[in-house]
């Protein structure tokens, strides 16, 4: 796929930028702006650079948290692939036995 540019629009800053995936460029940089602006309402009269850092911590708290849940499902997930197989294997292991 080739690298695109792309002209977005973060804290009433435009960038100019190159990417494969336009649309999840887009869609990415309206999540940063959505989040500095709500920091910003949320905590007023701090700097730009104030509003850049608390809103990464904020997407890497996300990153994290969503990257441990999905660790956890993972988990669960092959624990119920296990027992499904010991099931199964039980089941044949009855069968075998009665045929």
Do not use: C, W
Not at 59 to 71: G, M, V
């Amino acid at each position: 796929m080739e690298s695109k540019d792309i002209r977005i629009k973060i804290f009433n800053n435009h960038y100019t930028l190159k990417g494969d995936d336009v649309e999840l460029l887009e869609k990415s940089a309206q999540y940063v702006d959505t989040l500095m602006h709500k920091v910003q309402n949320d905590i007023p009269n701090q700097t730009d650079f104030t509003v850049a850092i608390v809103s990464a911590l904020n997407i890497a708290e996300n990153y994290y948290r969503e990257k441990s849940s999905s660790f956890i499902l993972d988990q669960n997930y092959k624990a119920l692939i296990t027992g499904l197989n010991s099931q199964v294997k039980e089941i044949n292991d009855y069968i075998d036995s009665n045929t």
